[in-house]
């Protein structure tokens, strides 16, 4: 899903050398095409000012956001903010290098500990972004002669982190457990396993049966990675994700998160209790060979992490406004991803892009901001208006948000 279409014959430029970007061309058409059709560019969009996790100024209007991933709120949470700002003028605004060199300060190490306790693992392990821990710890722990089973659906992190190493990549189709095994037992006796499975699904917004397909993946002797990015802090009784939800957190072997969502800043871990798990920080290059997070970003990381260890009613909340928003967009006959609310996220399926996009545009005229995701992120082919709910929208919010799919989704010509 990931390729662009190559053109038969790449273009030549003055001096004989083939164009390199001629390859980008069917793309640079769509995107005119989009644009002359009088739309709003939905990958240009600017945040003027942020008011709240839950408002901003976008393109000059007052905004709901609704496509954030901030699932707690956690953005503007004063005690958040105030052990940022004291982290910035005690540590200063950057570390200026790697974690295995300059970059390990105290609040590198005390964010760690703090996602240890919040899994209750033995090893946590923080990378520059979500992105970078799918990518360093794939590419690490599962080389040549070995063989890694995922989910096609998989995030692009997780289809690059393979890219990155030397494994046998085996995809099965998407949350299908026979189409697993069945992969599972081609595998040749004796080579290295690593099962990789996400808790949500963020396109479609739909779980994985991930204790059926945990069990299998360990009855083949498979080592399973979990990315459990958009679970965290809100999915579980202690917001640990999916795997902790299912009652099978204990034979996932490595959990992958990201601070870009619950937690409210950015970066990225693996968990784990791997006996041998630090000898990762050796051995991973996208840990290695990168500058660690800044003493601000680590510190807001921390205090947040520790909030959200305490955070059941803002969960419950949350699974109020996903269920709410859900169950009224059905009723208003839009065709979502999922047949019921699984996570804190809804995608409501487009027709096809001219019509998704003017959807989000009549969306955008009437205060909402949601994302606008098409092929080649989307499975199938699909044009998706992805909605992420937040602990932070109130009821009244919500009530609003679905008047104005309905009024969009009527100027749009989707209902
Ligand atoms: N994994 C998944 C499933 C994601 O959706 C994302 C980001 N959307 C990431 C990893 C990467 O996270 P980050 O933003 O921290 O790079």
Not at 13 to 26: C, R, T
Not at 79 to 89: F, M, N, P, R, W
Not at 187 to 209: F, N, Q, R, T
Request: proline fraction near 5%; charge should be negative; charged fraction near 20%.
């Amino acid at each position: 899903t990931e390729a662009v279409n190559q053109p038969d014959q790449p273009e030549v430029i003055e001096g004989g050398q083939p164009d390199l970007f001629s390859k980008f061309d069917p793309l640079i058409e769509m995107r005119r095409n989009l644009l002359d059709s009088g739309v709003e560019d939905p990958f240009s969009l600017v945040m003027d000012r942020v008011l709240s996790p839950t408002t901003a100024i976008c393109n000059g209007r007052e905004t709901i956001l609704l496509g954030t991933y901030n699932y707690m709120g956690m953005t503007f949470d004063p005690d958040v903010i105030e052990a940022g700002q004291k982290a910035l003028t005690d540590f200063g605004s950057g570390t200026t290098g790697s974690r295995v060199l300059n970059g390990t300060y105290s609040g590198h190490k005390a964010v760690e500990q703090a996602l240890c306790e919040f899994y209750a693992m033995d090893h946590a392990m923080v990378f520059s972004t979500g992105y970078q821990a799918n990518l360093g710890i794939i590419s690490t722990i599962a080389g040549k002669g070995d063989y890694i089973i995922l989910d096609i659906d998989s995030h692009a992190s997780i289809w690059d982190g393979c890219k990155m190493g030397d494994a046998e990549v085996v995809p099965f189709k998407h949350n299908d457990l026979e189409a697993m095994e069945k992969r599972l037992r081609r595998i040749p006796e004796g080579a290295g396993k690593l099962v990789i499975l996400e808790g949500v699904y963020s396109m479609m917004g739909d779980i994985a049966p991930l204790k059926e397909m945990i069990a299998v993946a360990k009855k083949h002797g498979a080592m399973v990675l979990v990315d459990e990015a958009h679970s965290m802090g809100f999915i579980g009784p202690n917001g640990r994700g999916v795997a902790e939800d299912q009652g099978c957190l204990d034979d996932v072997d490595f959990v992958i998160g990201t601070f870009s969502k619950s937690v409210g800043t950015v970066g990225g871990f693996c968990v784990s209790n791997h006996p041998k798990f630090e000898i990762m920080r050796l051995v991973c290059r996208p840990y290695v060979f990168t500058a660690s997070l800044p003493p601000s970003v680590v510190a807001t990381a921390c205090t947040s992490i520790r909030k959200l260890m305490h955070a059941a009613d803002k969960r419950a909340h949350l699974w109020e406004n996903s269920r709410t928003l859900h169950a009224a967009l059905k009723a208003a006959g839009f065709h979502l991803g999922t047949e019921t609310p699984q996570s804190a996220i809804i995608a409501v399926i487009m027709p096809d892009l001219e019509r998704g996009a003017a959807m989000w545009e009549a969306l955008l005229h009437e205060g909402l901001y949601v994302n606008l995701a098409r092929p080649p992120a989307t499975p199938a082919n699909m044009t998706l208006l992805r909605c992420s709910l937040c602990a932070a929208h109130t009821a009244e919010q919500v009530q609003q948000i679905v008047g104005m799919f309905q009024r969009a989704g009527v100027k749009a010509g989707i209902l």
